[in-house]
């Protein structure tokens, strides 16, 4: 039985920071980003069923126990941290007789991180950079920041080819 396995690639810091400038914009608004915001979806572009009930989700909060509790903290002098307690690891395994349809073995590994970051704010656009100099851009609408990794996750086959790519969008809440 060919065995495939499921890679997701988790952003390890982010990084925001805040313009509070409204003479230099034409009047626009810089979105308000300090505070804590949690992790509310992490987004497949393909609803997939790694926890084996029966029902697919493109939610991977919603397939598995992992990533419960991650946030990002935005301070107002334009640096944070990202907090990060777990990731997880998709075994994909393909049922036989068939060439799309997988049984998967999931498991959440439990591993805290904390990652500094520095971030800046244009309206609702958020450019944020981890230690590591990674960049992302965020928008933000009202209390909900959204980001997306191209490519973020990766299904490999048992050569760790790379079999099936999709972006990866992260839904965070502001608390």
């Known amino acids: 039985m060919k065995k495939f396995f ?25 979105a308000n980003v300090v505070g804590t ?7 497949t572009e393909t609803s997939i069923d790694i926890d084996n009930n029966g029902t697919a989700s493109n939610d991977l909060l919603i397939e598995s126990d992992c990533y419960l509790n991650e946030t990002i903290s935005f301070g107002a ?9 777990s990731y997880l690891d998709v075994e994909a395994e393909l049922v036989v007789g068939t060439t799309d349809e997988f049984t998967y073995t999931i498991n959440c590994f439990i591993e805290e991180d904390t990652y ?8 609702n656009t958020v450019t944020v950079i981890d230690e590591d100099m990674f ?4 928008t933000v609408s009202g209390n909900t920041m959204t980001f997306v990794i191209p490519e973020g996750y990766e299904i490999l086959d048992d050569n760790f080819e790379v079999v099936v790519e999709e972006d990866l969008t992260f839904v965070y809440t502001k608390q």
Do not use: H, K
């Open 6 to 30: 499921l890679n997701l690639f988790v952003l390890s810091a982010l990084v925001l920071t805040s313009s509070c400038s409204s003479d230099d914009d034409g009047g626009t608004t810089d």
């Open 37 to 43: 915001w949690q992790l509310t979806s992490l987004l």
């Open 77 to 85: 002098n334009g640096t944070g941290t990202i907090n990060t307690n």
């Open 116 to 123: 500094s970051m520095s971030y800046t704010v244009s309206g």
């Open 135 to 138: 960049t992302v851009i965020a």
